[in-house]
Nanobody
């Protein structure tokens, strides 16, 4: 069992930066691949980025490639999402999730955080 708690959301102007953190409970964090997703009201949950259990492999959605960076610190049981050059269209709720696989589809992830709101003003 893994419990995830996101933090770091908030309001930022377009072009600004935020860093999201996702703290995980449990001693098996380092065995899970981790992902970040986002979901607007009434829409499907979209893949943003994922990172392998070791941190050696990372993948990004095309819409965030070059602007967002996912990383993890297994000693701290934490995964991060550094978001730079933020745009108004990045405004939504962001979720971290854990999986024993390494996919990009939400249904492949077993554990989810509660979400954190990001609002980018123009």
């Amino acid at each position: 069992q893994v419990q995830l708690v996101e933090s770091g959301g908030g309001l930022v102007q377009a072009g600004g930066s935020l860093r999201l953190s996702c703290a995980a409970s449990g001693r098996t964090f380092s065995t899970y691949a981790m992902g970040w997703f986002r979901q607007a009201p009434g829409k499907e949950r979209d893949f943003v980025a994922r990172i392998s259990w070791s941190g050696g492999r990372t993948y990004y959605a095309e819409s965030v490639k070059g602007r967002f960076t996912i990383s993890r610190d297994n000693a701290k049981n934490t995964v991060y999402l550094q978001m730079n050059s933020l745009k108004p269209e990045d405004t939504t709720v962001y979720y971290c999730a854990a999986t024993s696989d390494f996919g990009y589809r939400p249904q492949e992830y077993h554990y989810w955080g509660q979400g954190t709101q990001i609002t980018v003003s123009s």
